[in-house]
């Protein structure tokens, strides 16, 4: 068996680990100059969004030999829309840093395996399909597999983010859901150390943001963050991304192609998150190609995951920032903790069950 993985990200590179502790080694092709030469931004793994799995990183070491360094734990979360603010205490997750960075998550995933990485490829999949005898797909933007017609596209959004300086709270991470400066979209501050810290904004590509200017957006958005943290916080770095793709693959194997990572459909619509079940479907594709199981049905929950995931984005874009307030207030307090911190409750399942009729009738969801 000729395994060729195409990206060496966070999916290409967890599969690639798997393989080669079942004793297969695969080549990897990736098409920058190294891994991770790309902007760096801080990301967030948030166990809300991962139940039932509760700690994601005791999760990828235990069950599946994956080790991660997280830059820090989230134990406080501040959630703000137009005209209200919740905060939400306890163990949420973990921040991590992406991209450059030495201590980035591919960085450390690199360092975790010995299979042979061919820098500026400019392989196509249909050459790797020619030379190996199974392809997996992890180039991280669905673009292949939109190309094969095996990708259902429900969203893309742009995204523009900063490092900033400053003095913050390693521990704490911030969100805006306020439609006045992210139409339909989010906002984020993610430190990567009491010193700096990344902030974003995400507004999806919608006919009703057609006039939206993201670069207006980021100022408005920048001037609040500073004002509300009280603080000058200078850019050192910055990024911009345009349609950024979400959306899912119909069959998670076709022949002896796996499509894993944002391919599969890994990036979930409601608040862009896609770390952890990129990592998870780069190994499921390796337990399969080992012979330990069927990708298709191992990515069932994942699978799940993102419809549900899709159905509050849709939710999402039917609600007002009068909604959004009220949505907010009642996070702040009891009904919040409830929902961060029970184990046993998957809020983003409960509520996607409870919208789907209601959605289902006003845009298209199809399970
Ligand atoms: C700005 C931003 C913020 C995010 N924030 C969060 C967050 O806070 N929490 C969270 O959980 N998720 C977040 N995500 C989503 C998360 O980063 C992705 O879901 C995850 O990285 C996808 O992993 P992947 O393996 O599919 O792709 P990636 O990790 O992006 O890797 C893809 C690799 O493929 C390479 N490649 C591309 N094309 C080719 C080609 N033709 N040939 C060879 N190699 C190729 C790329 O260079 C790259 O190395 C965020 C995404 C973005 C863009």
Redesign the pocket.
């Known amino acids: 068996m000729e395994v060729a993985i195409?990206?060496?990200?966070?999916?290409?590179l967890a599969c690639a680990i798997t393989l080669e502790k079942n004793g297969i080694t695969p080549t990897i092709?990736?098409?920058?100059s190294k891994v991770g030469d790309?902007f760096v931004?801080g990301?967030?793994?948030l166990d809300i969004f991962t139940r039932p799995v509760q700690d994601c990183i005791a999760s990828l070491s235990n069950d599946y030999g994956i080790y991660l360094k997280p830059t820090s734990a989230i134990q406080r979360m501040e959630l703000f829309s137009k005209n209200e603010h919740a905060v939400i205490e306890g163990h949420l997750g973990f921040t991590n840093i992406?991209g450059r960075n030495h201590d980035s998550f591919?960085s450390q995933l690199e360092q975790q395996t010995e299979a042979i990485i061919h820098y500026n490829?400019e392989k196509t999949y249909e050459q790797l399909l020619s030379e190996y005898t199974h392809v997996v797909m992890?180039?991280?933007?669905g673009a292949y597999a939109k190309k094969t017609n095996n990708f259902r596209e429900d969203l893309s959004v742009s995204?523009k983010?900063a490092t900033v300086e400053g003095s913050f709270d390693k521990n704490t991470v911030m969100a805006w859901i306020d439609y006045d400066i992210s139409p339909f979209g989010y906002c984020f501050l993610?430190p990567y150390s009491e010193k700096e810290a990344n902030i974003?904004i995400a507004i999806p590509e919608l006919a009703e943001n057609a006039d939206v200017e993201i670069s207006d957006r980021w100022d408005t958005f920048y001037s609040m963050v500073q004002s509300q943290l009280k603080q000058k916080l200078p850019i050192t770095d910055q990024f911009q991304?345009t349609r950024?793709l979400m959306g899912i693959c119909n069959l998670a194997r076709i022949g002896n192609t796996f499509y894993v990572?944002?391919?599969f459909g890994?990036?979930m619509p409601f608040m862009?998150?896609?770390?952890?079940a990129?990592i998870v479907s780069g190994v499921y594709a390796a337990y399969d190609l080992c012979g330990l199981g069927s990708y298709e049905e191992l990515t069932k929950p994942l699978r799940q995951s993102y419809e549900d995931s899709l159905v509050l984005r849709r939710a999402m874009e039917q609600i007002s920032n009068e909604g959004l307030d009220l949505v907010i207030r009642s996070l702040n307090g009891y009904w919040g903790g409830k929902l961060f911190l029970t184990k046993a409750i998957n809020p983003i399942r409960v509520a996607s069950y409870l919208l789907r009729p209601y959605i289902k009738m006003k845009k298209g969801v199809t399970s």
């Not at 195409?6 to 290409?12: E, I, N, Q, T, V």
């Not at 092709?29 to 920058?32: A, L, N, S, T, V």
């Open positions: 195409m990206g060496a990200g966070l999916s290409g092709f990736e098409k920058r790309r931004n990301e967030a793994l992406r591919e490829s992890s180039t991280g933007d995204i983010g993610i974003s991304i950024y990572g944002n391919n890994t990036m862009g998150f896609g770390q952890y990129s």
